[in-house]
């Protein structure tokens, strides 16, 4: 993952609220076993209405409850290969959200007036340090988990981050020699 | 302090703050590809193949074909064959197509017994919080944490909040666990649990059975909750009992003692609660896009709120109105991880005997797993389906989002027992209507939907 350096972007906008992630990434492209090259791929349905008209800018500004329904991570990787590098809204679904953080993908809750007034900017800035974001008229901050934040800022690898606990890890396993259900037994 | 039930769970479980151990790890041909991708190219290994288990479901066609490598469609077979070889290079068992314990992820592993009171269950997949109804702390998730999972059998997590939804009353006659939860996601809409684990309980929920119950955790996402559940009880000990990976004669006594203990206790604190009224509920009907877009069997289509709602009304091919019980199918599906269990089939095989599904309606019926698909033809539900005209199919996610070949066309107006209801789900521009298997089976036999409450 790459370190989050602040971006300075035209906004890219799609007021809709309840927007899932099967029509992010419709359910045709999840076949591909490659993570790469989903770009093309994104709002493929949608994409085909009159009038459709999503630029290929680094943030995205959309509504309520993004990135509803499916945990498939097809769509932030489609909107990252699209071009994406923060994604404004005024809420987001919960896997979505944590399904973003684990590739760099940065999720920027903010208030309706404050969204719909950045949708209206010609440039907007996204500093994660600051945890601000900038337009010309306005700024506003924004929550992140500290955690989530320094691995943001950082590009680092959760999975190497956990096994630096591998400690912790065997103590906990040896500790509670569990009596779950061994799959490798069935 | 008294505390909840998923307290008790999360507190088990917490190998460093923030960081929860994985009791088991269902796997399947979907969201796993790139994972398994990502621990080869890092050289990492599964850490507990003994603690995971896969399947192919999404893609699998459900026409009896009977191994992965005459799949038809060439995606479709490249990513089952690409999941069996994962499997078999990093020592997972696989239960993959032509498997007699194949079926979709969330009824396979409560009908094998891996999923227990008391653990903490992930898969990459958002209906996870299906095996909540026994207990358990389920949880969907992306891939990203499929591969942290797969290398460290931990997932980072910061503990979501809690919150209790809570019935009151007794359902009504030809309602249903399905209607009771569409109710309820039409009530707080689909957002209305996003940040929460939700523990769902009253009367209503302790006398439903454990397929009732997996239906309602099944759809707590639909709600946006990160996790549904249900306090363990008689009901979910006597179906755990017995399954192949269930605790054997003492080992089951001593479990049943210490699952007894997974409960909320009285005065334990939730972050939020809400209090629903089940004797109020009618068979539920969706007239939308989005699960929250519900109504009862009774009502009419009702007048757009909304921008959303507008689009909506238009997608589906309605206006406001319009009496639910005047819409037309052209498709009825009886399957999903919602409703295809054994008692879902018994159920609509109840409402369906003796009679035929109307000409104008293609109808299918999708058993969850192989297990249940034998069970069911040991029991002739299958004879009661093929009589009446439906298509008696093998397992498989089939037409719940058609990514194999169970798909409608553009403008086809389906009664679906599924979960969700989106924009070309089941098929572009396909029009969904998500119901109860009671309510599915008979929209088939009369072209239309019906109120089952006095429907004869
Ligand atoms: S049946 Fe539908 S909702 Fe359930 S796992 Fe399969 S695709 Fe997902």
Redesign the interface.
Known sequence: MEPFETITSRPSVLMRDDVDTDQIMPKQFLKRVERTGFGEFLFDDWSREDGWDLPRTQVLVTGRNFGCGSSREHAPWGLEDYGFKAIVAESFADIFRSNCTKIGLLPIQLDRATVESIADSDSVQVDLAAQEVRWEGGQASFEIDEQIKHRLLNGLDDIALTLQQGDALSAYESDRERSGPVTTAL | MPTTLFDKIWA?HE??P??I?V??HLVHE??S??AF??LRM?G?RVRR?????ATAD??TPTDGTPVARLIA?Q??R??VE?LERNCAEF?V?VYSLGSERQGIVHVIGPN???T?PG?TIVC???HTATHGAFGSLAF??????V??VL????L?Q?K?KSMRIRYEGDLGFGVTAKDLILGTIGQMG??GA??FVVEFAGPVIEKLSMEGRMTICNMT?EG?G?AGMIAPDETTFRFVEGR????QGA?FEE?VRQWATLKTDDGSVFDHEIVVDAAALAPQVTWGT?PDMVTDIASVVPDPQ???HE?ALHYMGLTAGQPIQELRLDRVFIGSCTNSRIGDLRAAAEVVKGRRVASSVNAMVVPGSQEVKKQAEAEGLDEIFKAAGFDWRVAGCSMC???NPDIAAPGERVASTSN?N????QG?GARSHLVSPQMAAAAAIEGRFVDIRDWT
């Open positions: 088990a190998v460093a923030g960081l151990y009791d088991l979907v969201t590809p790139q991708d990502g890092a990492r193949p003994d603690r995971t288990l999404h893609n469609d995606l479709s490249v990513q690409t020592g068992p094998l017994g891996v227990q653990m990459g997949d958002s969907g998730i992306g891939t990203s944490e591969e942290h290398a460290t059998q931990t980072v910061k979501p689909t957002d996003t940040g996402i946006g990160r192949p990976a269930a605790p080992d479990a989005a909304s921008e959303s689009r989002l058609g990514m969700r989106f924009e070309g789900r572009r």
